[in-house]
């Protein structure tokens, strides 16, 4: 009896494998050419093709469950082979009602989720014209020399240098005993900077949430750290100044937790602090050189930047973007925020310079934007221009924003600022240290990531193995079509 089962499945086996190899079975054709594909695929750090397979997948899967349905099935004459028509009806039907659920959750989020902040009004602003801030240089999204697509094409290209690949080195943060006319400067990665004296302390742009940098959470993730940052652990904060209104620089969360504090922010985002319940009293507004006496030791003025802003989706530079300038205990420091390269960086220095201090948009950068970002060498530089003494990298080492490997611009901006004499200093997450004592130089970065090439770039025999049965699958599928198309031609 086993003998007989054994034969049976034997049999079962030996014809299923048969009409597998039958030519004109698209089955295996298919199966060739989906399995290397994906394999090339992986192998080319191209997973991007892979997850639009899976889409494509599950659509096909989608529209083949419902050809069991009744629907449109009005002018079939066989139900049980589904017409080309029919499918394509489906499918329709399937994207329409994605797009409509897409749709009115987009539209209830925009109008229910507090993330977006309120809306800000008209200004009458030598910067404001038809609704939107406006550049003090022309500025675009694009580049003439890159394209869209070329951009789009190296997204599809994942890295696994982008981001770390482990938690990256930091130090706990603790302050330091500061003689009078000291200050201490402390760096939470990104743009997030404290200055910190015995008679006050600022923050600029502080993002201590540990979700993602967009609304509800769903953008880039922080990097880890080996030490956690929260506002618990700083000193109380006298002022915080906010250079524009995006995820990765205005907080929703951290804001709240520092609504003692007194804010400083551009035109406009005065509306989201409101809205998440900031007092009014506690928000003074700046248009570009407005300048303002925060205390007897500090001035502040606000300066332009070359960038944009916006939290939704109608809203893009509705408020003001811009940089900071602060002058105490005879020191001048200048906070960037995001800025593409400007001539505009001079005009700043001959006010309000020479600057001892500056911290400068050095990462997130790409070719196709480097307006509103700078390059390295860009940075450079900008610390030319506003003849800072010490400049130190920001919106760096938190977010996986650009096509950059997430070191490249520390080492890039450090050694390029060498081979200029320009003094880059690079302190590490979560550092304190006093500014005059010390220029904190450390290369912390050096060796966190290992970047590792496409695995088919060590096998390039496999590598044409997988395009060789590539070619096989597709040529199992289609000779067949070909050779019964030329033989019914010769028979009419």
Known sequence: MVEANSSTDKSVETSFSSRLLQPGNDALGYILFLTSLVLWAEGNNLRSINIILIIIAVFWLAVNLMTRTKLFTKKEKNLAKPSKKRKAKLLSLILAVLVAIMVLATTIVVNFSEDFGGDAPEYDSPNYNDGVFENVETTTLSNDETSTWDTLGQYMVSDNCRSPDEVLPSQKFELKDLDEGEFSVSWFGHSTVLLHTNEFSIITDPVFSTGGAGPLSLGPSPFPYEDEYTVDDLPEI???????????????????????????????????????????????????????????????????????????????????????????YDTSIYFSGDTGYMEEFKNISAKYGPFDLAFLDAGQYNIAWEQVHMLPDQVIQAAIDLNASVSIPIHISKYELALHHWYEPMELVSTYGAEQNVTIATPMLGSTFIFGEEVPQDTWWKGVTVCTNPFLDDYPLLEYALVYTNVIGVLWVVVPRIKNKAESTEEE
């Open 238 to 328: 006298d002022y915080v100044f906010i250079s524009h209104d995006h995820y990765d620089h205005l907080d929703k969360n951290t804001v709240r937790k520092l609504s003692d504090s007194m804010f400083y922010v551009p035109l406009g985002v005065k509306f989201h602090l409101m809205e998440w319940g900031i007092d009014e009293d506690k928000i003074v507004e700046f248009d570009w050189y407005d300048e303002t006496n925060v205390s007897d030791d500090l001035f502040a003025a606000f300066a332009p930047s070359r960038h944009f802003s916006g939290r939704g989706i109608t809203d893009n530079s509705a408020t003001l973007w811009g940089s900071w300038v602060f002058k105490f």
